[in-house]
């Protein structure tokens, strides 16, 4: 009986609002001026920024967070890995940093659906909403188009598959992660394992991030490659209709954040400064 009475007093404490967040580990907090925020994907770190934060760095307080259950943040063992789960960690991260004017929040691959529901959750913290390589991937039911319809099929299929064939997605996982150009940027282990199918499975497959779009009042900024393999071709349509969202193609980039989309990235995180500014930083 002990596991059916612990499962239920966790859901209590959820809809109550007991359950106490952890806080996130901190990978790096460079530079002065006003703070950008940096929230990394699944199966990666904060590593993921390496080639940003420089850019960043010389105008900007840079702060880079590890999300719930990768890089050095806790993983803890009852944890669901929902997307409230990744935003509470997120939100009592930020509220213990004490930032006092509003920032800009930057999410790469799932860290864009976390600052999504961030953004829409606490409208007044932010300046802006920058969403690098969103998997965006509406429920095929309510997609109109029949050829992105089948698109997206074909990519929540390919995540069941990986999330149901644990040994395939390791090995392969790490042969991936030996070719990418920016160390340990994709990592799947027996310690990530349980974070990793849980985040694919409650966060991108699962995903509300169109909806939570809508609820954003702040400018977005989207930006993407379009040799990114993780987002189906028509997919990010919807998004793009949104008036308060305006769109960055990058082109000959893939998923990484190379130096190229870092360059488009630092821009869209200045896009009210003036644009003699705007051409030093890309210019570097």
Aim: net charge positive; aromatic share 6%.
């Amino acid at each position: 009986m002990a596991r059916p009475v612990s499962g239920l007093l966790d859901r209590v404490r959820d809809a109550l609002g007991l359950r106490r967040a952890p806080l996130l580990h901190i990978a790096s907090d460079v530079g002065e001026g006003p703070a950008v925020v940096l929230v990394h994907g699944i199966a990666s770190s904060s590593v993921t920024f390496q080639n940003l934060v420089p850019l960043l760095e010389p105008r900007h307080r840079a702060i880079s967070i590890d999300i719930l259950g990768f890089g050095r943040s806790p993983a803890p063992e009852d944890a669901r890995y929902t997307i409230e789960e990744h935003v509470a960690a997120l939100d009592r991260t930020l509220r213990s940093l004490k930032l006092r004017e509003p920032f800009v929040l930057v999410g790469h691959s799932l860290g864009s659906l976390i600052v999504a529901r961030y953004a829409a959750e606490h409208p007044g913290a932010l300046s802006r909403l920058v969403l690098v390589g969103p998997p965006v991937y509406g429920t095929p039911a309510e997609i109109g188009d029949r050829r992105v319809r089948t698109r997206v099929s074909a990519y929540l299929r390919a995540y069941e598959f990986l999330r149901n064939n644990k040994e395939f997605t390791l090995r392969n996982a790490n042969i991936l992660g030996k070719l990418l150009p920016i160390k340990n940027v994709f990592e799947i282990t027996e310690k990530s394992w349980r974070p990793f199918v849980l985040s694919l499975e409650n966060c991108i497959e699962r995903q509300t991030v169109v909806g939570d779009l809508a609820r954003v009042h702040v400018p977005v900024e989207v930006v993407y490659g379009t040799m990114d393999a993780f987002i189906a071709p028509g997919s990010l349509a919807v998004i793009e209709a949104m008036r308060h969202v305006t769109m960055h193609r990058v082109e000959a980039n893939d998923h990484l954040i190379r130096k190229r989309l870092a360059r488009v990235v630092a821009v869209a995180c200045d896009a009210g400064q003036p644009a003699r500014d705007i051409d030093a930083m890309t210019s570097r």
